[in-house]
C-alpha cells in the first residue's frame, strides 16, 4: 500500500500495553512488526515475517535469557538486532529488519521506517508530569480509513448525534480555536440535560461529570487529540491516539491520566471503581465514534454546512496537504 501520512510519527503503543516478555503484534501502514518487552523494560522490534519461511514471529514466544523471539513454525530464534541466534550466540548480519522505535518515557513512537517530517510532540509528557495514569481504554481496530477516523475528533458537532446518550449535550459552543501548523488548541463548554437514575446505576462516573463542563482540546496532527475535563473529582486528560494500520483500517486506544483533588480519592477501593467506570465510559465513547465512521457512505462533497466545521476542514486540509 501507499504509506499515509509517509514520515509522520506516530504512536504505537503505551508501554503497559506490551506486558512483560509477550510477543505484541502491530500493523502500521501495510507492514506487519512484533514488539517486545524485556524485564528490565528494553523494547525491541522487527518485522513480524520470519526470514526463514515468513510465520508470524508474534505468534512465537520470547526467550527471557537471551531477549530473543522464537519463530513458531521451526523454533529458529532472532534477536533485537534481527540476526539469528545459534546457542545464545549472534551469527552474522540481521536477517530479520529491524523496525526503530523512540521510547519517549512509557511511550513509544515510530516513523515506520521513513524518514521523520515532524518531531516527536511534547505534549503528553508536558501535560502528565506527576498526573496518576489510570489506564488504556480501548484498543481496537476501527474497519475505515484514517482520514474518517481523525476528522470525527475534530467534528464538534457530533456529539448531540453520535453521543446523545452518554453525554446528553445540550449545547457545545465553541469559545476559542487557535491553530499553529500541525498543533491546534479549542476550548468549549458542555451544557448537559440531567442523567436518570437507571443511567447513573449503570455508569457511576457520571455522577463526577458536572452539568457545565469546560473543555480544552489539544491536537498534535497527526497522532494525538487531548481531551481535558474538569470532573468533580479533579482534572480527566484523554489522549486519544490514531494510527493507520491499513488504507482500510484504522488503530485506536486513549490513554488516561487523572489530577485528583479529592481526598475520598485516596481510599483505594473506591478510587479503583470510580477509575473503572472512567475507563469504560471512555471506551464507550470511542465505540461510538467506531460504529459512527465505520457506517458511513463514501465521502461526497456535503450540500449542507454546520458551524464550526472549519476545525475539521483544518484537519482534512492538513491530511490532504502533507
Ligand atoms: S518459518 Fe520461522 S523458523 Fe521456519
Ligand atoms: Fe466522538
Known amino acids: 500500500m501507499n504509506p499515509i501520512l509517509k514520515g509522520a510519527p506516530w504512536l504505537v503503543a503505551h508501554r503497559s500495553m506490551l506486558g512483560i516478555d509477550k510477543p505484541y503484534k502491530l ?10 518487552q524485556n524485564r ?10 520470519c526470514p526463514h519461511m515468513q510465520a508470524p514471529l508474534s505468534n512465537g514466544w520470547i526467550c527471557q535469557a537471551n531477549n530473543s523471539i522464537m519463530c513458531p513454525f521451526h523454533a529458529l530464534e532472532f534477536d533485537g538486532k534481527g540476526r ?9 548480519e540481521p536477517v530479520a529488519r529491524n523496525l526503530e522505535l523512540i521510547i519517549q518515557d512509557d511511550l513509544i513512537w515510530t516513523y515506520g521506517g521513513f524518514e521523520p517530517r515532524l518531531s516527536i510532540p511534547e505534549l503528553i509528557p508536558e501535560r502528565t508530569e506527576r498526573l496518576r495514569f489510570l489506564g488504556v481504554a480501548c484498543n481496537k481496530s476501527i474497519q475505515t480509513n484514517f482520514l474518517s477516523c481523525i476528522k470525527i475528533n475534530y467534528d464538534f458537532n457530533h456529539q448531540n448525534g453520535v453521543h446523545r446518550d452518554v453525554f446528553k449535550i445540550r449545547e457545545n459552543p465553541v469559545q476559542t480555536f487557535d491553530k499553529d501548523g500541525y ?11 440531567d442523567n436518570t437514575i437507571s443511567e447513573i446505576l449503570q455508569n457511576p462516573s457520571l455522577l463526577s461529570v458536572p452539568k457545565e463542563i469546560q473543555n480544552e482540546l489539544e491536537y498534535t496532527f497527526p497522532s494525538t487529540a487531548l481531551f481535558k475535563a474538569e470532573l468533580a473529582l479533579g482534572a480527566l486528560l484523554q489522549f486519544f491516539i490514531l494510527y493507520p494500520e491499513t488504507e482500510h483500517q484504522t488503530r485506536t486506544f486513549v490513554l488516561c491520566y487523572g489530577n485528583w483533588q479529592i481526598p475520598l480519592l485516596k481510599v483505594p477501593g473506591l478510587r479503583a471503581l470510580i477509575e473503572r467506570s472512567l475507563l469504560e465510559a471512555t471506551a464507550k465513547v470511542v465505540e461510538q465514534d467506531s460504529r459512527a465512521v465505520e457506517s458511513l457512505y463514501p465521502q461526497q462533497k ?7 466545521e472549519e476545525i475539521m476542514f483544518y484537519v482534512e486540509s492538513l491530511y490532504n496537504e502533507w
Open 27 to 36: 500493523t502500521l501502514n501495510g507492514c506487519d512488526y512484533v514488539l517486545w
Open 40 to 49: 528490565n523494560g528494553d523494547i525491541f522490534a522487527l518485522e513480524n515475517a
Open 84 to 92: 539469528l541466534l545459534k546457542d545464545g550466540e549472534p551469527k552474522g
Open 183 to 193: 498543533y491546534a488548541r479549542v476550548v468549549q463548554t458542555f451544557f448537559r440535560e
Open 302 to 308: 456535503p450540500k449542507i454546512r454546520l458551524p464550526k
